[in-house]
């Protein structure tokens, strides 16, 4: 039986742990060539020898850097290009905000969130859309935040960059819509990822409000939100395009 994603090259960005890691298992479970972007070497080093083994012992390319400098991102399409010859799939999931009370940021953490989140997300979606485009075929797909929707406490400076990443996408897919070529963005709420065990760890109360608002009573698991974007990722969701889709236990409704 073929697989989902047969065929198919993937770039995952912030992929050497958390969630980039579990969709990037996902991925290659259903089918897709994977290419690893990471900012910390070792652990891109460690989630390639990882996937290798779901690839079939095939080595995994990786490209190492931060994804706000363009050149960088540049460097990872093209990694992609060289090792596969085409890319049909983009998960703009680098990212990690500084959680922090608005007050209590300084210029330099704002300016970190919104490089980390909303840069990475720019650029790599500029230096892939052509090549997309060229081929006719392809899948955008970010990780968002729902905290954007429901103005979760000490998430305003997170939610400029995610917000920015939301907006970005309805352009996009409006604009290659005609190319064969979704943007999507899958929105998360509070995730049993080892950044919230390190919230949880720091701020008890804090990381029970951010529980709070989910009727469910739990964070979402990485592997759920893995399989959303392997939809989306599918030529199964071809008509799926410009969509904000929160993967909340109803934190946000509608």
């Known amino acids: 039986m073929t697989k989902r994603l047969e065929g198919m090259v993937a770039l995952v960005t912030g992929a050497g742990r958390g969630i980039g890691l579990a969709i990037a298992e996902r991925l290659a479970r259903d089918g897709a060539r994977i290419v690893l972007c990471?900012?910390?070497e070792d652990e891109a080093r460690a989630a390639a020898r990882e996937l290798s083994v779901l690839q079939g012992g095939q080595q995994v390319p990786i490209a190492i850097g931060d994804l706000s400098d363009e050149t960088v991102a540049k460097a990872a399409v093209n990694t992609a290009i060289e090792a596969h010859g085409r890319l049909d799939i983009l998960v703009n999931n680098a990212g990690g905000g500084i959680i922090l009370p608005f007050a209590e940021h300084t210029p330099q953490?704002?300016?970190?969130?919104?490089?980390?989140?909303?840069?990475t997300a720019i650029w790599c979606c500029y230096y892939t859309l052509p090549v997309m485009r060229e081929q006719g075929f392809g899948r955008i797909i970010n990780v968002g935040a729902d905290s954007v929707r429901n103005?979760?406490?000490?998430?305003?400076?997170?939610?400029?960059?995610?917000?920015?990443?939301?907006g970005m996408t309805t352009g996009l897919a409006r604009e290659f819509a005609m190319d064969g070529i979704?943007?999507?963005?899958?929105?998360?709420?509070?995730?049993?990822?080892p950044q919230m065990a390190e919230i949880s760890a720091r701020d008890?109360?804090?990381?029970?409000k951010f529980l709070s608002v989910i009727p469910m009573g739990r964070p979402a698991e990485m592997e759920e939100i893995a399989a959303l974007v392997s939809y989306l990722a599918s030529r199964e969701a071809a008509f799926t395009t410009g969509q904000v889709i929160s993967i909340n236990g109803g934190s946000t409704m509608l």
Do not use: F, Q, S
């Open 38 to 40: 990471n900012l910390d």
């Open 109 to 119: 953490t704002i300016r970190t969130t919104i490089d980390r989140n909303l840069w």
């Open 151 to 166: 103005g979760l406490w000490a998430h305003a400076a997170y939610n400029a960059a995610k917000g920015g990443v939301h």
């Open 182 to 193: 979704t943007v999507n963005t899958v929105a998360p709420c509070a995730t049993n990822t």
């Open 204 to 208: 008890p109360e804090l990381a029970n």
